[in-house]
């Protein structure tokens, strides 16, 4: 679901962040377009709210480019999913209501993993499959698939052992398996 990041991509991701920071609109534009669409998605599914995505995806952005410029552990699109990710928890704990992902285009961008997944009604009831998972196992699993986080990463972002991040990740998996095998989406 997340496309990888090569050596090639990790250093040229960089790169734009070095020219984004000393004010190139062409490496921020570029920066941008790789790892929006993803931090929405991970923003969304979290918060329940596009509004909030998209402030979780700008936030992210702004945070990263405040960074020591020495700071250069990872990649540039795990240390934003990381940002997002933190954002998304806080903003979830704010807020006082969960908006309901079905009744919410995504929003317009490039197509993404989530502008996919929510157009057509199979994907609607994966949405609605994750979005019912608590929010220990529905994190993990976000963190897993649109964060493009390792299980170790996972661990050390939410503070529990590396067990508990795969034995969640098990449950969440095979919660959502069964809510949509109840749908008829899965046989």
């Known amino acids: 679901m997340v496309s990888g990041t090569g050596p090639h991509e990790v250093t040229s991701d960089w790169e734009l962040w070095d020219r984004a920071r000393r004010g190139s609109v062409t490496a ?3 920066l941008v377009q790789h790892h929006h669409s993803r931090l929405v998605s991970l923003g969304l599914l ?3 709210s596009a ?3 998209q402030d979780v995806a700008q936030e992210s952005f ?6 020591d410029p020495k700071h250069r552990q990872g990649s540039v699109g795990g240390l934003l999913s990381t940002i997002a990710y933190r954002l998304a928890l806080k903003e979830r704990r704010r807020a006082t209501r969960h908006t309901d992902l079905s009744g919410h285009d995504p929003p317009l961008a490039d197509p993404s993993v989530l502008d996919l997944l929510l157009r057509s009604e199979r994907d609607r009831h994966i949405a609605a499959a994750i979005r019912s998972l608590d929010g220990d196992h529905r994190d993990t699993l ?3 698939f649109y964060g493009g986080h390792s299980y170790q990463e996972i661990a050390e972002l ?3 052992p590396l067990g508990t991040v795969k034995s969640r990740m098990f449950y969440a998996v095979k919660q ?4 949509l095998r109840e749908k008829g989406i899965l046989e």
């Not at 702004?62 to 960074?67: D, K, M, S, T």
């Open 142 to 144: 976000v963190l897993r």
């Open 62 to 67: 702004v945070r990263l480019l405040q960074l």
């Open 28 to 30: 921020w534009r570029e």
């Open 46 to 48: 979290i918060t329940g």
């Open 176 to 179: 959502c398996r069964e809510v």
């Open 158 to 160: 939410m503070g529990v």
């Open 51 to 53: 509004a909030a995505a």
